[in-house]
T-cell receptor, first 113, second 110 residues
Framework: DADVTQTPRNRITKTGKRIMLECSQTKGHDRMYWYRQDPGLGLRLIYYSFDVKDINKGEISDGYSVSRQAQAKFSLSLESAIPNQTALYFC????????????FGDGTRLSIL | GQNIDQPTEMTATEGAIVQINCTYQTSGFNGLFWYQQHAGEAPTFLSYNVLDGLEEKGRFSSFLSRSKGYSYLLLKELQMKDSASYLCAVRPFRDYKLSFGAGTTVTVRA
């Protein structure tokens, strides 16, 4: 089983719909992150969380919200999806105690028509 | 803000060596990471430098010069499976967020 699991893996939806992307981890890490990746732009941080109920904005948080109700789960929501949110989304985790590098989930490919 | 630059694309021949450069200007520095990402897949960790010098791990090596804001990833004895995007990322001081460069796509040809 994967250490960092994202669901769904692929999603096609329409403009204006509400969408939730889920991330769960079995690594016991305290920190979790959501990124989006677009061709030529690399990975950009949307939101991150250092612990349960802790939420911090990244560089591109507008149009997104997150929830961290449990240490193992971090969900990303698009309240009203728009086409320029079409991208590949990654969840990642890291451990404050060890300072180890971030570990990434397999990604969610989201297309908004 | 953070500014991380790396070349967009590089091409090399199987068995050869390729060096991917990364320059950075960041508000602080607490380590530089290299990740490998195959198309459509998750980034996977390759190497980490926090002190100046060369870190070697098998066919891959990474170098850091903090005074120059410069790092490189060296891939030796290239194999077809090394065709991927290579991401340079910097962790600012006392902050566990990573700032990523746009990535360098390496194509290995027979």
């Amino acid at each position: 089983d994967a250490d960092v699991t994202q669901t769904p893996r692929n999603r096609i939806t329409k403009t204006g719909k509400r969408i939730m992307l889920e991330c769960s981890q079995t690594k016991g890490h305290d920190r979790m992150y959501w990124y989006r990746q677009d061709p030529g732009l690399g990975l950009r941080l949307i939101y991150y969380s250092f612990d349960v109920k802790d939420i911090n904005k990244g560089e591109i948080s507008d149009g997104y919200s997150v929830s961290r109700q449990a240490q193992a789960k971090f969900s990303l929501s698009l309240e009203s999806a728009i086409p320029n949110q079409t991208a590949l989304y990654f969840c990642a985790t890291s451990d404050t105690r060890t300072g180890q590098p971030q570990h990434f989930g397999d990604g969610t490919r989201l297309s908004i028509l | 803000g953070q500014n991380i630059d790396q070349p967009t694309e590089m091409t090399a021949t199987e068995g050869a060596i390729v060096q991917i450069n990364c320059t950075y200007q960041t508000s602080g520095f607490n380590g530089l990471f290299w990740y490998q990402q195959h198309a459509g897949e998750a980034p996977t960790f390759l190497s980490y430098n926090v002190l100046d010098g060369l870190e070697e791990k098998g066919r891959f090596s990474s170098f850091l010069s903090r005074s120059k804001g410069y790092s490189y990833l060296l891939l030796k004895e290239l194999q077809m499976k090394d065709s991927a995007s290579y991401l340079c990322a910097v962790r600012p001081f006392r902050d566990y967020k990573l700032s990523f460069g746009a990535g360098t796509t390496v194509t290995v040809r027979a």
